[in-house]
């Protein structure tokens, strides 16, 4: 998966069409998420399309899987995971994620539909990481 930074720049190039294009393509870079993590207890609730996100354990680094049932939507959900994934709990818990991700504009790039359930997914993402590194 690629750095925030790295997508960032790339990102910075491109106009309208260009990103979405970018976010698709993210999305679609997700590690496959199986079938069976598909539930309503990884299904991450306000979002307009469905996505799912699972924690998984890998030494003392964080690991999501996560996907969507819509494309730039899953695209937005890599956005996330890359600004977290395979960092400690506690680097996690600390951090400032929306502020990772304001550089992206996604408020003014996309429809306010397609972003109201990030807030959500970054909630979710912190709250296991504070779970973690709180143990």
């Known amino acids: 998966m690629r750095t925030l930074p790295d997508i960032l720049e790339e990102y910075e190039f491109l106009e309208g069409d260009e990103r979405y294009r970018l976010l698709i393509e993210l999305g679609r870079e997700l590690e496959d998420m199986p079938e069976a993590l598909k539930t ?5 609730r306000g979002c307009s399309a469905a996505v799912w996100v699972y924690p998984t354990e890998q ?9 969507s049932n819509a494309a730039i939507t899953k695209g937005i959900v890599a956005l996330v995971i890359a600004a977290v994934q395979d960092k400690s709990a506690g680097e996690v818990a600390r951090m400032d994620v929306t502020g990772a991700l304001e550089p992206f504009d996604l408020k003014n790039q996309l429809s306010s539909n397609r972003t109201q359930g990030v807030p959500n997914m970054i909630a979710l993402v912190k709250e296991h990481a504070a779970r973690l590194a709180a143990a």
Request: charged share 30%; no cysteine.
């Open 59 to 67: 030494t003392d680094k964080l690991h999501f899987l996560a996907d």
């Open 40 to 44: 309503d207890a990884t299904l991450v």
